[in-house]
C-alpha cells in the first residue's frame, strides 16, 4: 500500500509562482494524497481561482499569521491522521522534479531514525525560466560564532556535498518529515512565537533533542527561486525580522551563541545591516 504523502504550501503573495510549484507536484510519480494551500493575508486572491487545482486539494484563506502558523494550520488540516505517512513542507517558489516525492520515500525507507529528509536546492531563475547553475542551500548549518547559514548559498553547482550525512537542520524551503515525529508536538510542529525564519532549525534542534536524525542526501535535488538575490536585496524590516528571531532562538535554546545573536539585531537595528 503507497504511504500517504500530504503537501503543505504557505503562500503570501505568491501568485506568479504558485501555478508553476502545482504544474511540477501535478507530474508527480508518486501519489499524493492531499495537497493543503494556506493563503496566509494575500493582498489579492483573485489568482487562487485561476490556479491548478489537484486531486485532494484544498486552499485555506486567513489572515496574515506568519509562516509558523500558517504551516500548522495546513498540517492539522493535512496530515494529522496519517501517523504512518509523510508531510511535505515547501514554499510556493519550490519547484520539484517529477521522481522527487518517491525518491524521498526511498531515503526515509532506508532511514528508519530519520524524522527529515532533504536534499540539495538548485537556485532557479523565474524571469529566465532556468536554473542558475548556483546552489541555494545544501543543508542548515552553524558558525563557529553561532551564525545559522544555508551550506554552499551561491556556490557552482560542481556536484559538491555528495556525501549522505546527518545535518543540525534542514532548510524550511522543502523538508520532507515523518508525521509519528511531529505528532507529539501537538498543533504546533512549528512554533508559533517564531513569525518568520528560524522556525525550520529551532524544529530541528527539538527533533534532534527527541532522537531523531535529519538526513541530507544528495540524490535528492529540487529548484528554489528564492524570491531575492542576496542580503543587499532584502529589506530592513526583514531584516530585523530575521534578527529577531534569531534572539528568539537562543533564548528558546540557550547557549554560548546568545551574543552573536544580540549583537546581530544591534547591528541591524541601529546601522541597519
Known amino acids: 500500500m503507497p504511504i500517504p504523502v500530504h503537501i503543505v504550501i504557505v503562500t503570501h503573495n505568491s501568485a506568479g509562482v504558485l501555478d508553476s510549484c502545482l504544474s511540477h507536484l501535478e507530474k508527480q510519480t508518486a501519489p499524493i494524497k492531499s495537497v493543503i494551500i494556506v493563503d496566509s493575508g494575500s493582498e489579492s486572491t483573485a489568482y487562487l481561482e485561476k490556479m491548478h487545482h489537484l486531486k485532494g486539494m484544498k486552499v485555506i484563506r486567513t489572515e496574515n499569521i506568519g509562516f509558523s502558523r500558517a ?70 548549518f552553524r558558525k563557529w560564532y553561532g551564525r545559522w547559514y544555508d551550506r554552499g548559498q551561491g556556490e557552482e553547482d560542481q556536484g559538491q556535498y555528495a556525501l549522505i550525512e546527518n545535518l543540525p537542520a534542514a532548510c524550511g524551503a522543502l523538508m520532507c518529515c515523518r508525521i509519528k515525529a511531529l505528532q507529539p508536538f501537538g498543533e504546533n510542529i512549528f512554533d508559533p512565537d517564531f513569525f518568520l525564519y528560524k522556525e525550520d532549525i529551532e524544529l530541528g534542534i527539538r527533533l534532534r533533542k527527541d532522537g531523531w536524525k535529519l538526513i541530507y542526501d544528495p540524490r535528492l535535488f529540487a529548484y528554489h527561486c ?35 545573536a544580540y549583537l546581530k539585531l544591534f547591528l541591524v537595528r541601529v546601522f541597519r545591516l
Request: charged share 20%; hydrophobic share 40%.
Open 226 to 260: 528564492r524570491g531575492w538575490g542576496g542580503r543587499a536585496e532584502v529589506s530592513y524590516n526583514l531584516r530585523l525580522t530575521a534578527a529577531r528571531s534569531e534572539v528568539l532562538l537562543y533564548r528558546k535554546h540557550p547557549e554560548r551563541y546568545f551574543l552573536w
Open 71 to 140: 504551516n500548522n494550520l495546513g498540517f492539522r488540516q493535512a496530515a494529522a491522521a496519517d501517523r504512518d505517512g509523510l508531510v511535505f513542507f515547501m514554499n510556493p517558489d519550490a519547484f520539484l522534479p517529477s521522481d522527487y516525492i518517491s525518491q524521498a520515500i526511498q531515503v526515509m525507507h532506508e532511514n528508519p531514525g530519520a524524522a527529515v529528509v532533504s536534499g540539495k536546492l538548485l537556485g532557479y531563475n523565474l524571469q529566465a525560466m532556468k536554473p542558475t547553475g548556483k546552489i541555494d542551500s545544501a543543508g542548515v
